[in-house]
C-alpha cells in the first residue's frame, strides 16, 4: 500500500471517528439529563451508560491509533484518560511512563503497538509503554501468551497477508509509519514476556 493510501485512510479513519464522536456524546447527555429529570436508575440505564462509555473510549483510541497523525504535542494526562478509559474494567492493565507530552505521531505508533501486544495478551497481564530519547519500549508481562508468529512476522517484513483480518489491521499499518519514521521494529518474545521497541 503506498503512502498516499495510508494517508487516505488515516482521513478516513479521522472522519469516522469525528462523525461518531458527537452522537455518543449526544446520548451521555441524554442519560445525564434522564438522570437530573429523576429517571429511574435501573439495569437498563447502567448497561447503556456502560456501552456509551467504552464506545466513547474506544473512538478517542481509534482517532489517534487510525487517524491523521499531524505535528501537534499530546500530554500525559491526555494519554493516560484515553488509556484508562479504553481499559477500564479488562483484563489488562497499561502504564504510560512519558511524563512530557508527546508528539502524536509517537504516541499513534505507541497506541498501535500497544494493539499487537493485546492480541499476544487475550488473558490479560501489564503492559508498561517507555520512551528515552530515540527509542519507544512496549514490554508486555503474562502467566500465559498467545504469539500468532505469522503476524508477528510482519512487523520485520511488512508482507501481510492478503487475509489479514480487520481485528489484525495494526500489524501491516504499524511497520509502515514506522518505516515513514525512519524507525525499525524489533520484537523481543518469552513464555511470559513480549517486548516491542521502535
Avoid at 39 to 56: F, H, M, R, W, Y
Amino acid at each position: 500500500m503506498g503512502h498516499s493510501n495510508i494517508n487516505l485512510a488515516a482521513l478516513i479513519g479521522s472522519r469516522i471517528c469525528h462523525d461518531l464522536i458527537s452522537p455518543i456524546g449526544a446520548i451521555n447527555n441524554g442519560l445525564e439529563l434522564l438522570g437530573m429529570a429523576g429517571g429511574t436508575p435501573g439495569p437498563e440505564i447502567d448497561l447503556i451508560q456502560e456501552s456509551v462509555g467504552n464506545a466513547s473510549a474506544r473512538i478517542r483510541f481509534f482517532r489517534i491509533a487510525f487517524g491523521a497523525a499531524g505535528e501537534q504535542m499530546m500530554g500525559r494526562a491526555e494519554v493516560t484518560s484515553i488509556l484508562d478509559d479504553l481499559m477500564d474494567g479488562g483484563r489488562l492493565d497499561v502504564a504510560w511512563g512519558p511524563l512530557d507530552p508527546q508528539p502524536r505521531g509517537d504516541v499513534r505508533m505507541a497506541f498501535l503497538a500497544l494493539q499487537c501486544l493485546e492480541n499476544a495478551m487475550p488473558y490479560g497481564g501489564r503492559i508498561e509503554i517507555s520512551n528515552d530519547d530515540s527509542s519507544w519500549l512496549l514490554h508486555g508481562q503474562a502467566d500465559k501468551l498467545n504469539i500468532d508468529e505469522p503476524l508477528w512476522n510482519i512487523l520485520a517484513t511488512r508482507d501481510a497477508p492478503a487475509d489479514l483480518r480487520p481485528a489484525q489491521v495494526q500489524f501491516a499499518l504499524l511497520p509502515i509509519i514506522a518505516g515513514d519514521a525512519s524507525r525499525r521494529i524489533v520484537t523481543e518474545m518469552s513464555d511470559t514476556q513480549v517486548k516491542l521497541r521502535f
